[in-house]
């Protein structure tokens, strides 16, 4: 006799919480709920961004990638601790940002982090550090910096719409996340894994099993060989699809932690494509890390603990958190932080 089935990733279409009466309201929250409950992951339908607004970002990404790696390291990450600009295969494992051993990821990246500071000048100065550096433009391809920050403002706006779907699942009132996400540190990635000429070496994945830093991830990719896995509960690595349009949703640590892991972070990974796959196997995907502001206080919810169900971790700030977990990753000395 076997036992139940794993959880699979559902998707959800979020439209009737976006336009929709209470008790649509009610239903949406409920499946999310229900989703980052069990597996951490959802799919999104009916999230009204156009579909334009990700075309136009990923061809330039793909036009970035596609140029010769000395035009790429142009732009590459300006010091160990920005995440901005190139990072070349080799240069990150994120299997690390947990403490694991493991070979490099098999993928370059290019980043951005916010478009539009804080008003309050001194909100962003030295205090603030490494989270508002300026970010780093190639000249190549011409459009790559006026379409991505386009489908930056789109993200965040689509994040903050998460957000208040999350707020009342959590029961709280829906806009109680907006004060600690107005001025987020987040960050805008493309992810390009080549075609592999050479054969991985053991251990080595195209991204190496990790949870991801912040309050939620918003990824959108191609459909190649070599694509996203999700561990369950049980342990069982099952594959996660984003369907036409749609975009794949994942909780991050913080809101794990903010919800005394009520919800999980769930280990995923991208896999290699089939060994021999040759042409066609390259994958590119453009992922949004909505990361809460550097000094929003992560603590246990209202709702959250209680008796039998003590607070699991101790509070700490946004900032601190993103700054522990990319030094991890990327072998980084983590000299001091913010207080």
């Not at 607070?311 to 001091?336: C, D, E, Q, W």
Request: with cysteine; aromatic share 8%.
């Amino acid at each position: 006799m076997t036992g139940p089935l794993p959880p699979t990733v559902p998707t959800i279409d979020i439209a009737p919480f976006l336009t929709g009466r209470p008790e649509d309201k009610q239903r949406v929250a409920q499946a999310v709920r229900a989703a980052n409950e069990t597996i951490g992951f959802f799919a999104i339908v009916g999230h009204g961004v156009p579909d334009a607004d990700f075309n136009s970002a990923y061809e330039a990404a793909r036009q970035f990638f596609d140029q010769a790696l000395e035009v790429k390291q142009e732009v590459k990450r300006p010091s160990p601790e920005a995440s901005r600009g190139y990072n070349a295969v080799g240069r990150e494992s994120l299997a690390q940002s947990l403490n694991v051993a493991a070979p490099h990821d098999m993928k370059e990246t290019f980043a951005i982090g916010p478009v539009d500071l804080p008003a309050d000048p001194d909100y962003a100065g030295p205090r603030s550090h490494p989270h508002f550096l300026p970010n780093v433009w190639p000249g190549s391809p011409p459009q790559l910096r006026a379409v991505w920050e386009n489908y930056f403002r789109t993200m965040h706006a689509l994040s903050d719409d998460i957000m208040r779907i999350f707020a009342v699942a959590l029961e709280l009132p829906e806009n109680w996340f907006a004060g600690k996400t107005d001025k987020c540190i987040s960050l805008l990635r493309a992810q390009n894994y080549p075609e592999q000429a050479v054969a991985p070496v053991a251990g080595q994945l195209r991204a190496g099993a990790h949870s991801d830093y912040g309050a939620l991830t918003i990824l959108r990719s191609d459909d190649a060989p070599g694509g996203l896995q999700v561990k369950t509960r049980q342990g069982e690595w099952v594959d996660a699809a984003i369907p036409p349009g749609g975009y794949m949703i994942n909780i991050g640590d913080l809101m794990a932690q903010w919800s005394n892991d009520r919800w999980v972070s769930t280990l995923h990974r991208v896999v290699n494509p089939p060994s021999g796959g040759g042409h066609g196997t390259r994958r590119l995907s453009i992922a949004f890390f909505h990361q809460p502001n550097y000094d929003a206080v992560i603590e246990c919810l209202p709702g959250c603990s209680g008796e039998g169900n003590p607070v699991r971790y101790p509070a700490v700030t946004s900032g601190n958190h993103k700054r522990m977990k990319f030094a991890r990753a990327n072998n980084i000395a983590l000299n001091s932080v913010e207080t």
